[in-house]
């Protein structure tokens, strides 16, 4: 059973317009959040995160919106350049429990010129 | 260097044979986390050090994975007698604590025939 749903494997976006890249969890317990970025080849690199006691974080051109009620997640560029097409890991940690993170599957965003 | 350093990038073992997997983490941070990430999903949780200290080991999928930090920096995971189905990209991160950004290096890719 998925504890961090990505369910969007691809999303395809035009350059200079607004990616939206969505999330949903399961575990009540996690309490914070975390977007990854990775290129082929290379480790994941870390983006921007937000806690549960936010309800959003801005990083220059990335946003992370977070809705707890929904147990729901969104990372929002924009504007959208070619060197943001990577994958997308979304992950989140709980306290007390495992001390590693829980990462989603993963959306591959393709940014178009 | 400033990074997550693993080695080897790549190693091809024979079904039955033990592999030996380095991570050299960034000078100074205490935790160090292994995943294994398999094809087309995102990295599952396998084991978590602070400092030489093995906290959580409940990732690991059988007693065939060992993993050991002896004196607190470079962590070895050990794989015995590997199977097909250990074949992914095993991932090394290391951060400050646990809520900090992890930094991942750029895996080591295991692939079992």
């Known amino acids: 059973d998925q504890q961090v749903k990505q369910n969007s494997p691809s999303l395809s976006v035009q350059e200079g317009r607004i990616s939206i890249l969505n999330c949903d969890y399961t575990n009540s317990m996690f309490d914070y959040f975390l977007w990854y970025k990775k290129y082929p080849a290379e480790g994941p690199t870390f983006l921007i995160s937000i806690s549960s006691i936010k309800d959003k974080n801005e990083d220059g051109r990335f946003t992370v919106f977070l809705n707890k009620s929904a147990k729901h997640l969104s990372l929002h560029i924009v504007p959208s350049q070619p060197g943001d097409s990577a994958v997308y890991f979304c992950a989140a940690s709980a306290p007390g429990g495992a001390d590693g993170l829980t990462f989603g599957k993963g959306t591959h965003l393709i940014i178009q010129p | 260097g400033a990074g997550v350093s693993q080695s080897p990038r790549y190693k091809v073992a024979k079904r039955g044979q033990d592999v030996a997997l380095r991570c050299d983490p960034i000078s100074g941070h205490v935790s160090l986390f292994w995943y294994q990430q398999a094809l087309g999903q995102g990295p599952e949780f396998l084991t978590y050090?602070?400092?030489?200290?093995?906290?959580?080991k409940s990732g690991l999928p059988s007693d065939r994975f060992f993993a050991e930090r002896p004196e607190g920096s470079v962590s070895t995971l050990k794989i015995q007698r590997t199977q097909q189905e250990d074949s992914a990209v095993y991932l090394c991160?290391?951060?400050?604590?646990?809520?900090?950004?992890?930094?991942f290096g750029q895996g080591t890719r295991l692939t079992v025939v």
């Open positions: 991160a290391s951060s400050l604590g646990r809520v900090t950004e992890a930094f």
């Open positions: 050090f602070q400092n030489e200290a093995q906290l959580d």
